[in-house]
């Protein structure tokens, strides 16, 4: 499975963290692999997922995560999954065959306005999927976007794409109560994780500035990265875990750690760089 990387982000499948907003980053790679670990980790930690998945089918999140050892069909008949299949959505609205359901609007309605600024429909789609009822006995909620950029392509503006993750962070990582003295306290419940592709050579402006901005208000960024020197058969990449401290603590430093990876069948391995098995 993927416990090198829990081992090296300190996560435990029992007592997972709450209140986080991860950034999955990729540059020259396909950090697909990484939505991977974080949806079978939080279905096997008990949580209740809301899945927005815009660049795969269901199916295909379903065959690779049963070789992780989880059955997606099975989460969500038992109602911890909640699956938005974003590609069929999508052909849905634009050939006119998307039925409302409950009488909501699709949660992507956004493609067929004039205007693609308002993604409130997406939105009240992750906050219903999430919001605890009295039968629910799950753990903490939890947000997984795959991804981001996606919504970009669709033709949200880059604006209505931060505005998005904000409010999802105010209704799934925070809740406000009313304490003592009648002042509000902040307790957080859940977690965010969204991944974004990223180029620092695109002239993609618009995507950029999404990625920088999610940056700069990440808890934890994962930043997986294609080798300089090309192709390699035995290192397939390197990934920066970035540890936001500064967040927390103004006087204190973001801790990096780098180490290359390779990608097996049903396993992961990391090592330090220059020290793969195969240079060994």
Known sequence: MFAELNELLDASPQRPETGKFTLLRDTRTDGSFLVH?????????????????????????????QKLGVSLTAAKERGQLVFLEGLKSCLDLLFGEEEEQSGQPSPLQFIREVSASNLKALFDFVRTSLTP???????????LV????????LGATP????????????????????GAHCCLVLLFQGNIVVLVHSNEDSEDEENELVVNSL???SD???????LATGFCKDVHGQIKIIRRLSLELAAEQDRVQIYQY??????VTFFARGLSAAVL
């Open 146 to 153: 795959d991804d981001l950029s996606v919504l970009l392509s």
């Open 37 to 65: 670990h974080f949806l079978s980790f939080y279905l096997r930690a008990g949580c209740k997922v809301c899945f927005v998945a815009l660049l795969q089918s269901f199916s295909h999140y379903n065959i690779i995560a």
């Open 220 to 226: 934890l960024i994962l930043w997986v990265e294609g």
């Open 133 to 143: 009822t009295g039968s629910d006995s799950w753990k903490s909620p939890v947000l």
């Open 262 to 267: 390779k990608i097996q069948d049903k396993n």
């Open 215 to 217: 940056c700069h208000h």
């Open 159 to 178: 604006v209505a794409v931060l505005d998005f993750i904000h409010y999802c962070r105010v209704a799934v990582c925070s809740q406000l109560k009313l």
